[in-house]
Each structure stands twice: as structure tokens, then as C-alpha cells.
């Protein structure tokens, strides 16, 4: 299953139309190429979610781990582009998981392959068809 986004505004409602569509406790892994897109997305699904006022989706490239308070729980916002060590088991049933390079774990529910295309982005679904099947997007590849 998958959409196309031709712009990082589309790509952000996209993301927004996921975060709404969240139950509140799935783990969500991103596959992609650097500049792909992964933070943006997740940007729009913390808009979503209703990531409380104050609070700004950042990249934890160096921090590794973010949470954000969002109306819907947490937003556990993970990056293992410099690690593959981290335990993420502490983190299980706390909130919604994204994990920004999270290729080949077995935690992921869903997996989002992102990648770049001459007029934008293809975003590829894989285990996520409930959540594919809730997304109002007309941009079906």
C-alpha cells in the first residue's frame, strides 16, 4: 500500500492524518534515506495526536529519544541512526512509538518505507493496513 506526497506540507498532513487515526499505543518504525522525510512525518503525526502546547517536535538524533505530551498520550519519538544498542523495551505499552531507522526490529507493528522520488516522496506501508485503510489521502500510488 502505498501514497505519494510531492511536498513537505503534504507529507506533514499525512503524518497529521496518522496521528489522528492512532489508537495510542502502536509502534511505528521508519525506513528511509536521509532527508526522506521521517521527522516531518512525525511532526505531523504529534499535530495529530494533539501534541500539547510548548512542545516541538525535534529530530533525537543525538539525544536518541523524545516524548511528547500529546491529548492522546505520550509520542515516543526514537532515532537509531547512530545506534542499534538502545533498548527500547522500557518503552513498550507508554505511549505511541516511532522509530526514525528502525529497519529489520522486531518490535514494529507497522513499517513506513519513505523514499525519494524526482517529484517528491513514495511512502510505502507494510503491516499497517488498518491504519492505511483509516487514512482519508487521495494520493494512492
Known amino acids: 500500500m502505498r501514497l505519494f506526497s510531492s511536498s513537505e506540507e503534504e507529507t506533514l498532513r499525512l503524518g497529521e492524518l496518522m496521528g489522528s487515526a492512532l489508537k495510542g499505543r502502536e509502534i511505528i518504525c521508519l525506513v528511509g534515506n536521509l532527508g526522506a522525510g521521517k521527522t516531518t512525518l512525525v511532526k505531523g503525526i504529534a499535530k495529530g495526536m494533539g501534541i500539547l502546547e510548548g512542545y516541538q517536535?525535534?529530530?533525537p538524533t543525538f539525544t536518541l529519544v523524545n516524548e511528547y505530551p500529546t491529548k492522546k498520550g505520550t509520542l515516543i519519538h526514537i532515532d537509531l541512526y547512530r545506534t542499534r544498542d538502545l533498548d527500547?523495551?522500557?518503552?513498550?505499552?507508554?505511549?505511541?512509538?516511532?522509530?526514525?531507522?528502525?529497519?529489520?526490529?522486531d518490535i514494529c507493528q507497522c513499517t513506513i518505507l519513505m523514499d525519494i522520488v524526482q517529484d517528491g516522496r513514495i511512502i510505502d506501508f507494510s503491516g499497517c493496513e488498518?491504519?492505511?485503510r483509516a487514512l482519508p489521502y487521495d494520493r494512492v500510488c
Do not use: M
Open 88 to 105: 527500547l523495551s522500557e518503552f513498550l505499552g507508554k505511549g505511541v512509538i516511532v522509530v526514525e531507522w528502525g529497519e529489520g526490529l
Open 57 to 59: 517536535v525535534r529530530s
Open 130 to 132: 488498518g491504519l492505511f
